[in-house]
């Protein structure tokens, strides 16, 4: 739809970045897109608060790009980032951006890789380098010139990298940069450290800042469920179950996502249908039309492709990607709740955007409650429930129209009514797990977040060596121990490697790692630990075994 590619297309960028940004699916560049894409292509410094979840890094990304010169052969951007896992998707997020830019090469620089491989590829001409602030200054030791190139600095999550202690680092890196290149500094808050560095590494800043103003929402009922990314889906099938609804809609953030979660909801019997901005009009008003007349019970939308959709059967709204800020939160929820009718939200948050949630809840000035997975027994209930509900109205006249044939087949088949029953039951679900057992087998239970819990993919690169005192466990979490410790030469990030690689896990969901002399001890998920212990048996790290164990504190 040629209205939302407008969007992108009016902001000056390459034809080719906005080729690969509109094919990655996104419709609309975001507010803080809107915003600081502009000022970054006029090559002025700017300090831009953002939390993740905002669209920050295509923010600075798109006109970075836009920026260097493919035909130089040379590191020409730095982006700076707190952890490892961000830099990775920091990386991540550049070369799909730049995926039809011939020429253009990204590199990641952290702790806990080869130094080697880093710097060859710096050498080789990688325009674009993302890098934690402890492993490039290692890099520095080596070589001060590494740096002697780069035009464009962006510090991400500038108030993370001081909170983990890398200021010392910064002006290490600072000084190794020429002074006349572009400094962009993206931050969710602006305490006086982060000030401080503005004023003293930045040239007259433009400031940008997603204003909020306070918005009320009323009569809709909301709820958050902390979740991994790549659990969303399961998630969102889970909480079906359980959800009273009568008409839905889920929102997404691409064309893709919208493709891929309708038909996941299609193949487990929802009425559902993907609304995004690659639908034509008509269809559009099909899949409208349908969803108001019950042809259709959920939709699964971008943004752009639900403006101005008024149901008023809606009585659900899922969050399954965070919105881009409180504003649209608001307008999202807004689909429910119409007329007066009462709505009920629901808010995904992956543990990289708590805070954004906390914005949300700051500029509604509402508490976003937390809910758990329904459980199995939850599901079960639910699915009972319905049975009950759709088969009790029968029940009354049905034995007068039915009742002889029953009479006749129980005789015929020469079974109690009991037994035959139980085989129409059996017919009429369809094979739908119906036991506590059935159920828990079908839906493996997705391990959630609580907002206090430390993630592993948070964790420094440094703090992995501190002896912090221990913690309390969080929920849904088991500690683990193996022999394994720092007189075997092991360190924290050997742990957590053999573990991601090994068990298959998300970077999420390994939690806090205590290397001591002659042990360690790691945080895993609960769920599926057995499993994981299992798949993990014959795992060596350092040369030796790890024989990860359950550990019991007491
Ligand atoms: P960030 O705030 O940079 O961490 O981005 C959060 C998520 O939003 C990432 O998964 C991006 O791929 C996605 N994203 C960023 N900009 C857009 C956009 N204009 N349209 C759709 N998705 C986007």
């Known amino acids: 739809m040629t209205q939302e590619t407008g969007g992108f297309a009016a902001l000056d960028l390459h034809p080719s970045i906005v080729a690969a940004v509109l094919a990655t699916g996104y419709e609309e560049p975001s507010a803080i ?28 990304a798109l006109p970075i790009l836009n920026r260097i ?20 998707q920091v990386a991540t997020a550049f070369e799909t951006y730049a995926k039809q830019m ?54 991400d999550e500038a108030d993370e990298m001081l909170k983990l202690g890398f200021m010392d680092d910064l ?34 800043p433009k400031h940008v800042k997603i204003q909020s103003k306070t918005q009320t929402v009323t009569a809709i009922e909301q709820a958050h469920l902390m979740v991994h990314a790549d659990q969303k889906v399961s998630a969102v099938l889970r909480l079906l179950e359980v959800e009273e609804f009568d008409a839905l809609i889920a929102f997404v953030r691409t064309k893709q996502a919208t493709l891929d979660l309708a038909s996941a909801l299609e193949a487990k019997g929802y009425k559902a249908a993907a609304l995004n901005g690659d639908i034509a009009q008509n269809q559009r008003e099909r899949v409208i039309d349908s969803l108001k007349d019950g042809r259709l019970d959920i939709v699964v939308a ?13 009585t659900h709204v899922f969050n399954v990607d965070m919105p881009y800020d409180p504003e649209s939160y608001v307008h999202r929820i807004g689909r429910t709740g119409r007329a007066g009718r009462e709505g009920r939200a629901l808010l995904l948050v992956t ?4 805070r954004m949630l906390q914005v949300i809840e700051r500029v509604t000035g509402q508490k976003v409650a937390e809910v758990r997975l329904p459980n199995a027994q939850a599901v079960l209930d639910a699915r009972i429930k319905k049975l009950t509900n759709s088969l009790a109205p029968l029940v009354a006249e049905a034995e007068s129209t039915h009742g002889d044939l029953l009479d006749r087949l129980t005789a015929d088949i020469g079974c109690s009514p009991r037994a035959l029953a139980a085989a129409l039951l059996r017919k009429a679900t369809n094979g739908q797990a119906l036991t506590l057992e059935a159920v828990e087998k079908e839906q493996p239970l997705v391990p959630t977040y609580t907002p206090r819990e430390r993630t592993g993919g948070d964790r420094p690169e440094r703090g992995e060596r501190e002896r912090r005192a221990p913690m309390p466990l969080a929920e849904g ?32 969901a390994i939690g806090r790692i205590q290397v001591r002399d002659s042990f360690s001890l790691v945080e895993l998920p609960e769920e599926g630990l057995e499993r994981l212990l299992a798949k993990l048996k014959d795992t060596r790290v350092a040369g030796k075994q790890l024989k990860l164990r359950r550990y019991r504190e007491d």
């Open 351 to 354: 543990p990289r955007e708590r």
């Open 102 to 155: 011939p020429g253009v090469t990204v590199v990641a620089v952290y702790g806990g890789a080869p130094m080697g491989p880093q710097l060859k590829a710096i050498r080789n001409g990688a325009q674009i380098v993302v890098a934690t602030p402890g492993r490039l200054c290692d890099h520095l030791r080596r070589d001060e010139k590494v740096l002697a190139t780069v035009n464009h600095l962006v510090l």
């Open 302 to 314: 971008t943004d752009v492709a639900a403006r101005g959709l008024d149901v008023p059967r809606i």
């Open 33 to 60: 897109q809107q915003q600081s894409i502009p000022i970054i292509l006029a090559g002025h410094d700017m300090i831009g608060q953002a939390q993740t979840g905002t669209g920050k890094t295509a923010a600075f």
């Open 171 to 204: 002006e290490v890196i600072f000084k190794a940069m020429p002074e006349s290149r572009q400094t962009v500094l993206f931050s969710a808050t602006l305490p006086a450290s982060i000030r401080a560095i503005a004023e003293r590494h930045l040239r007259e």
């Open 69 to 88: 010169d493919p035909s130089k052969r040379e590191p020409q951007a730095l982006i700076l980032a707190p952890t490892r896992e961000l830099a990775l």
């Open 477 to 508: 979490r088991a500690r683990c121990r193996t022999a394994l410790g720092a007189r075997d030469g092991i360190a924290a990030k050997n742990l957590l490697g053999a573990i991601l690689n090994e068990g298959g896990l998300a970077r999420e």
